[in-house]
């Protein structure tokens, strides 16, 4: 096992007002071909202003940042302070032109690169009978 990966952004998420969008790089844009006949997709992104050695370094947070929900180990968290600072989000595919996948919304800032992006294939990716701690039931 190698102690280190490469990973290379694929597009770049733009916020603008209230227009969301992911530009995926014009070297990836024939890995677009039938991405319209989904309606979501999971956008995997860098956490880009989060990279540095005290961020990664956090290994448990108040998830939403809200000192009432307990003291939790990040990876029980969707917390962006990360040892590998990858983050996801489900996002609802509105238009898809050219290069340019027009989405709902995205917990991620401007400019945030995108390191892949999957259909959303909700048999694949259903969790039946989920168990959650009563923190994350209020979300």
């Not at 190698?2 to 209230?18: L, S, W």
């Not at 880009?48 to 448990?60: A, G, I, M, T, Y």
């Not at 996801?88 to 898809?96: A, G, N, R, V, Y």
Request: charged fraction near 20%; proline fraction near 6%; include cysteine.
């Amino acid at each position: 096992m190698t102690d280190k990966f490469e990973i290379f952004p694929v597009g770049i998420i733009k916020k603008q007002g209230n227009s969301i969008s992911i530009t995926v790089f014009k070297r990836y844009e024939d890995a677009l071909l039938g991405l319209d006949q989904f309606s979501h997709i999971i956008v995997y992104y860098w956490f880009h202003k989060n990279d540095s050695n005290n961020q990664r370094n956090v290994l448990q947070v108040h998830p939403r940042g809200n000192r009432t929900n307990p003291l939790t180990g990040i990876f029980a968290t969707h917390s962006p302070q990360r040892p590998n600072l990858i983050g996801s989000s489900m996002c609802k595919i509105l238009s898809i032109d050219g290069n340019i996948i027009n989405i709902d919304k995205i917990d991620a800032f401007d400019d945030s690169p995108v390191i892949d992006i999957k259909p959303y294939i909700f048999m694949a990716d259903l969790a039946l009978r989920l168990r959650l701690p009563s923190w994350a039931e209020k979300l």
